[in-house]
């Protein structure tokens, strides 16, 4: 992503914040996997949003009207061995030339030349509670502030969540963070093709998670956004299973929800399909009713209409189908309001998606539901799951667990579903997994 998208960012950021206050965000940090491995290393979420800067170790300081520069940039030095062992890293000169800090300083040297840039603050927006070290360092440098006042020092007299403004910001998509969105969506689309062009009977869960990642980085992403479900029959009455370690039976039904990142821009899509390319009659009856249920729940992705109006259509369109395939007994609306339809419906229609793949941003605004608006993106992902073990439905429905999940952007006409290339209906799948 292009330098003066960040920039931007922090503008917008700066102007919210005001003159006579300072923001400070720290990245993430390096975890130890077993010895000397580490995790691989993802920048924190709001840190990159704000800089683009992938190294650990570093805090990032805005200060709105400084003189010297309102971005500050305190990261590593330079190190030759480390370069030599590690690979290339930005050090201070990198920090202002690449990353267009208006001052770097070294991370070790935080404490002395942080101390002043919080004297004659008002407040400090810092997102507390992430690090637990840095709060209390937080706190300390404020309270050594207020021991000076005799002295004429100022210490700022509120400590105020950066992420309420930085949450909000990043729920609306730019034109660049779609562009990216969108490869991340037609990238795990493609992955989700060969996944059904590839399954058979006889074939592990993993494997096929294997074509999956295959594809992934065959088309440049390394990055999966979260671990990918691969869940074939009962498994997939299992919402987040991610074992992926079962063979595939003939006549079973095959769960994938499974995205790829694209420069720290998440996609998630969810199909449903049929280990041996055919639906049964049972198995077409619950899939028809969940793909029925999200094309309703679709129509209520439109701006000015409030978030929650697209699961209220879903329990309405799923309560009644369960009705009439005879799962559920009774009159609708009761059916509703004792909440039955989530002993098989249990999860809500969606969630926010972006640098996240449950995306930060409030789903509720003063106690109410917010409406959509243009920019924000979304999930569509409504399921049935009618465990193996459920004794009150026919055993025609037991141990079958479906999904059908899609990216959303809300349009200034409606919506655009980012994952629109990847088929969903019954015949179109039934017809490709026949061809191979």
Known sequence: MNQNEFKKRRKTLMQQIGEGNIALIASASNHVRNRDV????????????LTGFSEANSLAVFIPG???????LFCQEYDEKKALWEGAHAGLEGATTHYQADDSFPIDDMGDILLGLLENKSKVYYPMGRDGELDHQILEWINHL???SRNGVNAPGELVSLEHILHEMRLFKSSAELKLMRKAAEVSCQAHFRAMQTCKPGMYEYQVESEIVYEF????????????????????????YVENKDKLKKGDLLLIDAG???????????RTFPVSGKFNTAQKKLYQLVLDTQYAALEQIKPDLPWNKAHDVSVEVITKGLVELGLLKGRISKLINDEKYKQFYMHRIGHWLGMDVHDVGDYKLDDEWRLLEPGMVLTIEPGLYIPKDCMTVDAKWRGIGIRIEDDVLVTKQGHEVLTQSLIKEIDEIESLMQIN
């Open 66 to 72: 400084r003189e010297q520069g309102e971005y500050i």
């Open 260 to 270: 790829v990142e694209c420069e720290h821009y998440a996609s998630d899509i969810t």
């Open 146 to 148: 207020r021991r000076q």
């Open 217 to 240: 980085m065959q088309q440049g992403l390394r990055a999966v956004a979260y671990p990918s479900i691969v869940a074939g029959g009962k498994n997939a009455c299992v919402l987040h």
């Open 38 to 49: 580490e995790f691989p290393f993802r920048q924190d979420s709001d840190f990159y949003y």
